[in-house]
């Protein structure tokens, strides 16, 4: 049921021009002995690199840039325990924007110093989804900030969705993107900036509510959040399960111990530091291989970098 | 007291010509948040980046290009319990060429993993430095293979050297370009390679001997293998030491605690995997700025990423 608010692959290529100047083009890498361990030319396009450490900086810079002067001056709210936040802040900081953040007080020191770092002002909340949407209705009704959607909105999605047009730019033809599904934004703008390749989602066991909801043809709701890709605990967005359904995007699941022996291995092989979280597709490819017959060519998004080394 | 072994510019530019092919021209990355602790431009070169995960793949590579048809039919050999041994390991097997590495029994089995991976043949010695290079000689004799040194020889310290040359060639003038000293290979190569740029070195305390021999004016040994940063353990060459005196270069001291938070803190700015070893200049700029009075560009040569992440 795409509706006006359904973002299109022309919200996506606006959101590139946009965000163009802001945004790091970042690198594709590749090693030859993952691209072995998989039988094909796998590369990561490295999202871990993009500023403020995740993907996340693309949304939120297309969404701030797209509003006005006016709404800009009174500033912009969200509610995130993790790259949302951070990315918001960060963006927001560079433009001049002042930017709240409603933080639940289980999420650790290391992610609130991160929004910190970049001048959030930050408001706690209890731990759950009720109580944090209730806070940033406060701060909102207190501020009149523009609330800015951790990634179930068009402004997120076709942001999100730039890496997809950066990667189906790369010279050589690419058959398959992979990329994780949290609360797909991602998935959602990739699926429309992507023309030529196959999309292909993943998702740990413990939390594959996007699966379910494509299984079952209905939005089913996040898991408990026990999973180690702490970035992909969140719910399944609306807009973006209606994108997802009509792609009939195919989502692999992978367990806990496989997605912890992936972050080592593209860790130790890429020499990058990455999220468990994005280390879940290539978990997957590793356990299924490609999802079309003669795919050749993969290139798998690591989605970020904002690793807690305290205790390294 | 140069002699007709004592590698010049020339040298460098002649393996800049032997190895471009085979090495990979690594990026410079950078941090604004690096480049306002230091209140300078201060930017990577990735060696981590480099192929086998460390700049070691340089010296090796030009070393074993640059030997004869016959010489390669006989084999190369080295003692190493590091990145010299995995490096030549990668390079003889990319060329066809075999390659036996005496590996002192203490030696992780994460590295002897890196040695094997790529083929190389692993002969086992004790861990006295006599024992190892006795063993060498066998192998040698016994097989008629040619020895490659780790640091202390013309064609691995102008392989080294390209490193420099590559940072020179950066748009803007880089003002100076700081190494971490072990053997002194990497440190003596970038001597010869720069000409217009400072080069600074850095060790650590625990490992200081080619600062304490720079001062003595005749080198010193090596100290107890104590320091985290297990690549500079090592004694200082003999002709990397004449190189260095002959330079004047500055080295700068820096303690276990500091290298270890500056490694966290590279590694949580710029996402990469790099050695402790690695940290080590960053270290010692963070504690002492820049050694030119109006320096404003500094590159730091990120030595390499092979970090055991088994305990992750």
Redesign the interface.
């Known amino acids: 049921m795409p509706t006006s608010a359904t973002p299109t692959k022309n919200d996506v290529l606006a959101a590139r021009d946009r965000i163009r100047q802001y945004i790091t083009q970042t ?1 594709l ?1 590749a090693s030859s ?1 993952l691209s072995e361990i998989c039988g094909m030319d796998v590369k990561f396009k490295c999202e ?2 993009q500023k403020s ?1 995740s993907f996340k900086y693309r949304g939120a810079s297309n969404a701030i840039l797209a509003l006005s002067d006016d709404e800009k001056k009174r500033g912009v709210a969200t509610h995130s325990s993790g790259n949302h936040g951070s990315a918001l802040a960060a963006v927001a900081q560079r433009l001049g924007v002042t930017a709240t953040i409603v933080v639940p007080r289980g999420a650790s020191a290391f992610k609130r110093r991160a929004i910190e ?1 970049y001048g959030g002002i930050i408001v706690d909340c209890s731990d759950t989804l009720d109580e944090r949407e209730a806070k940033l209705a406060e701060v909102v009704g207190r501020s009149d900030a523009v609330f800015i959607p951790p990634y179930d909105d068009p402004a997120i999605i076709a942001g999100q969705g730039t890496v997809g047009l950066e990667i189906e730019q790369y010279g050589d033809a690419v058959d398959e993107v992979w990329v994780p599904v949290g609360g797909g934004g991602l998935a959602a703008g990739t699926v429309l900036a992507c023309e030529s390749a196959q999309v292909v989602g993943a998702e740990p066991e413990l939390a594959g509510d996007a699966h379910q909801s494509l299984v079952a043809g209905e939005r089913q709701p996040a898991m408990p959040p026990l999973t180690c890709a702490d970035g992909l605990r969140t719910a399944l967005g609306k807009l973006n399960f209606h994108l997802l359904q009509e792609y009939a995007l195919p989502i692999n699941l992978v367990g806990e111990s496989e997605i ?1 022996a992936a ?2 291995l593209l ?2 092989c ?5 999220e468990s979280s994005s280390a879940v597709p290539f978990a997957a490819l590793m356990k299924y291989g490609a999802a079309r017959t003669g795919s050749e060519r993969v290139v798998i998004v690591l989605t970020g ?1 904002n ?1 807690n ?2 205790g ?1």
Chains 1, 2 share one sequence.
């Open positions: 690198p890498m002995r871990n690199l450490g770092r912890i972050q080592k860790m130790s890429l020499k990058l530091v990455i970098g690793v080394l305290d390294l």
